[in-house]
């Protein structure tokens, strides 16, 4: 069982920046790869980013490549989630989940979300 509480949202202003945290439980946490999600308001959710179980490769969608970095620390049983350059788009709550195992697969658990909202 793998527990996770994301943190770290907010109001910030278009160009601004915020950094996603998500903790989790259990002793699994480096065996998985992580993923950051989003869903704005009458939207699909989707994927943001994802990161393998070592930290190595990743994932980004097209629309925040360059602009946001995933990172974690396996040592903290944390991942991160780089927000740069933010834009009224980007508004929507964001989840951290936690893959099957380390280079993915389907996603099982899943945190509360948090609220991020970029005004113009």
């Known amino acids: 069982q793998v527990q996770l509480v994301e943190s770290g949202g907010g109001l910030v202003q278009a160009g601004g920046s915020l950094r996603l945290s998500c903790a989790a439980s259990g002793r699994t946490f480096s065996r998985r790869a992580m993923g950051w999600f989003r869903q704005a308001p009458g939207k699909e959710r989707e994927s943001v980013a994802a990161?393998?179980?070592?930290?190595?490769?990743?994932y980004y969608r097209a629309s925040v490549k360059g602009r946001f970095t995933i990172s974690r620390d396996n040592a903290k049983n944390m991942v991160y989630l780089q927000m740069n350059s933010l834009q009224p788009e980007d508004t929507a709550v964001y989840y951290c989940?936690?893959?099957?195992?380390?280079?993915?697969?389907?996603?099982?658990?899943w945190g509360q979300g948090t609220q991020v909202t970029v005004s113009s």
């Open positions: 990161i393998t179980g070592s930290g190595g490769p990743t």
């Open positions: 989940a936690a893959a099957s195992d380390t280079w993915g697969g389907p996603y099982q658990y």
